[in-house]
């Protein structure tokens, strides 16, 4: 402790607490990072979950139109077997408003071999609409949703607005079709051949040939995807691309082979609603068909549109749906997305063939993205529907990444022990500092006790010698016996404070509390402290209040007049240069139940800097290489303890001049005592 200096108690601190603390740290960030990537793979298997529930659900959508039947796509079909009774019914195809399970349908169409427009809203005659239930209202409403998909099909050029069979009315049956002839394989292998006007549809799904315009949102290369767990994302990655090349294939082979059907087409349509249709009449005919399963395309317009090729008697049609983009988007996305846990922490970013078409916020992200470029985060999880929704692509990028659970619990538990470390740490370099100055206080006590010692005994040796030896006069003599007095009177209340200080120290400190008078205790201090005074050539005056005369004090008489010849001390020490030379002892009433004993001088008093640090032990203000009062630093601390100890409290206060030092102490009248204590049984 007497080589260490505050320099090196801070380095060492310092290093220990590095020590100590950097493992920790580097221990929580370890468990937070691992946290969060439990997290992460958490978070990302939802939006696993959340992508095979949205493909499944439009799974089931687009297998219920895959089961609808050639002759759903006119307005007629004949409902039941043809070979009894059976009815002709408006087809499923036909009601309107338009019906679909399908977010944002707009309506059904069909585009024959010769590339004619038609669509189930209608019957192939329109000036016999009136007699199947279409006033004019509900015929101008269905009239405007035919040109609304004839407009968008021929905006995309898919096909000529002058080729919709529905603007050239017929008022006669059309003429029967030749007997179905059996499907040939070279009619599936050159389209082209059996349907020139369907052209357009066979470059939909042609990459090379695809005009599409990119989104205005931009691509899914152009979001600033950061990937915090690149490794083990590449790692994973590389299985899961296995794993879809080998479900997609499966998949493909599986469920994407053409399918075939017999179905019974109403060949005329003039007649009433509900008649029978005869299969002898040449109104229903039987035929097969093979159908292919469907496309999913987005066109120049936006619109999605969902069509299949269907094959009869050699030839080629055309059926589909159109989509809007933005209401299909909301219902198949959007609103799935919205009700899970994934919106409070990312985005969804929905693609087709690499344009973003939508940016779905979380719900604590940006609510507006104007393009891909604004997107940022770290990517969640990524993936494609199936067929034949493949192009479309789902992208989840984090905005806040909750760690779990049990992140709360390890944020607040390091919060804490950092806190209990910082704290302890402090705690000990404080405590180191005060055992520094500790020792050097002791080492200052050992140094002024040794004076303190050294000087008297040197002088009453010499003044005894001199007086054993005869040489002095009778005169001084007298002077040379009292000087011994008092240097042997110093010596005494110098051990006895060292005394008391190691009491203190073993905490044996043993008082013998009685009750006395305060007017005896003045007395007493007028005997032990007055010749003290006078000889240190100062003067005394006494005062005590007549309220406080008698009463009494529970006091340890020896203890009491220690601390007052203490703090008389004291005051002879600092006050030795004041011009005026007194020292006042009073004691006076504070209340009923106490008095205070104050002792004052005349002397420079005590700066506020040092008001509460005179009282510690082995304090003593100044440098000790230019300090010129004597003393241990131990006076005042034994009068704090002692007052203490007999229930009291001891405090100074700057007067002008000098300094006035208070103790109060409890007291009671005298006479009075206090009422014994009771037990319980």
């Known amino acids: 402790m007497r080589r260490l200096t505050p320099a090196r108690l801070r380095l060492f601190l310092g290093l220990l607490w590095l020590a100590v603390t950097l493992p920790t740290v580097v221990l929580v960030v370890q468990t937070y990072r691992q946290m969060k990537w439990e997290a992460y793979y958490q978070y990302r298997s939802l939006a696993d979950e959340l992508a095979q529930r949205i493909d499944g659900q439009l799974q089931r959508l687009i297998s219920r139109e895959e089961a609808r039947g050639y002759a759903d796509y006119r307005f007629l079909v004949v409902s039941g077997d043809p070979a009894r009774s059976n009815y002709v019914q408006r087809s499923p195809l036909a009601e309107f408003p338009v019906r679909s399970d399908i977010p944002g349908l707009l309506g059904y169409f069909q585009v024959d071999a010769e590339g004619s427009f038609s669509t189930p809203l209608f019957p ?13 209202a509900e015929l101008a409403e269905r009239t405007a949703l035919r040109d609304q998909l004839l407009a968008v099909l021929s905006s995309n050029r898919l096909v000529q607005e002058r080729r919709s069979k529905e603007e050239a009315p017929k008022t006669a049956a059309e003429p029967a079709a030749a007997p179905p002839a059996p499907l040939a394989s070279a009619s599936r292998e050159d389209a082209s051949g059996y349907a020139p006007a369907q052209a357009a549809f066979d470059k939909l799904n042609a990459p090379a040939e695809s005009q599409r315009q990119q989104s205005a949102l931009g691509q899914i290369k152009d979001i600033k995807i950061e990937r915090d767990f690149q490794d083990e994302e590449r790692k994973r990655e590389a299985g899961e691309k296995k794993a879809d090349m080998e479900f997609l294939s499966k998949a493909k082979s599986l469920s994407r082979a053409p399918r075939k059907e017999q179905s019974a087409l109403l060949e005329a349509e003039q007649i009433a609603p509900g008649r029978a249709a005869s299969s002898e009449g040449s109104r229903v005919r039987m035929f097969e068909s093979e159908i292919d399963p469907f496309d999913f395309v987005q066109l120049d317009s936006g619109h999605f549109v969902l069509f299949r090729k269907v094959w009869r008697n050699g030839q080629r049609t055309i059926q589909g749906a159109l989509i809007e983009q933005e209401p299909f988007l909301r219902g198949a996305f959007s609103q799935a997305f919205q009700d899970t846990a994934l919106a409070q922490m990312s985005n969804l970013v929905v693609a087709y063939q690499g344009d973003v078409l939508s940016v779905i916020p979380g719900r604590s992200g940006r609510q507006v993205y104007a393009s891909a470029e604004e997107l940022e985060g770290t990517q969640l999880y990524q993936t494609r529907l199936s067929a034949p929704l493949g192009n479309l692509q789902l992208l989840w990028t984090i905005n806040r990444l909750p760690a779990g659970p049990g992140a709360g619990i390890v944020t ?17 370099y404080r405590l180191g500092l005060r055992q520094i100055t500790l020792a050097r206080q002791q080492q200052d006590f050992v140094s002024a006790v040794s004076h303190d010692l050294k000087t008297p005994l040197t002088s009453i040796r ?12 009778e005169e001084k003599k007298r002077e040379y016996y009292d000087f011994i007095h008092d240097e042997s009177g110093r010596l005494s209340r110098l051990i006895a404070n060292v005394l008391q200080l190691a009491r203190m120290e073993r905490n044996d400190l043993r008082l013998d509390l009685k009750p006395v008078r305060v007017a005896t205790l003045m007395d007493l201090l007028r005997s032990k402290v007055n010749g003290q005074i006078e000889r240190a050539g100062f003067r005394v005056r006494f005062e005590m209040e007549e309220a406080c005369a008698e009463r009494e004090l529970s006091v340890d008489v020896d203890a009491f007049a220690q601390i007052i010849i203490n703090l008389v001390d004291n005051a002879l020490k600092f006050a030795v240069r004041a011009e005026n030379k007194t020292i006042d002892i009073a004691v006076r009433a504070r209340g009923r139940d ?19 640090k005179i009282f510690q032990l082995f304090y003593r203000p100044g440098s000790e290489l230019t300090r010129e009062t004597v003393g241990t630093g131990i006076g005042l601390a034994l009068v704090r303890q002692l007052a203490r100890a007999m229930g009291g409290e001891v405090d100074v206060l700057n007067q002008v001049p000098g300094a006035e030092f208070e103790v109060m102490l409890p007291a009671r009248e005298s006479g009075t005592r206090k009422p014994p204590a009771s037990h319980g049984k």
């Open 594 to 612: 106490a008095v205070i004993w104050s002792v004052r001088d005349y002397g420079p008093g005590v700066p506020k800097s040092q008001m509460k």
């Open 412 to 428: 607040w538990t390091s919060g804490v022990l950092f806190g209990v470390l910082t704290i302890g740490f402090l705690a000990l």
């Open 124 to 136: 192939d005659a329109a000036t016999d609409a009136k007699q199947w239930g279409l006033n004019e």
């Open 462 to 473: 010499m003044y005894g010698e001199m007086l054993r030896e005869d040489w002095v006069s």
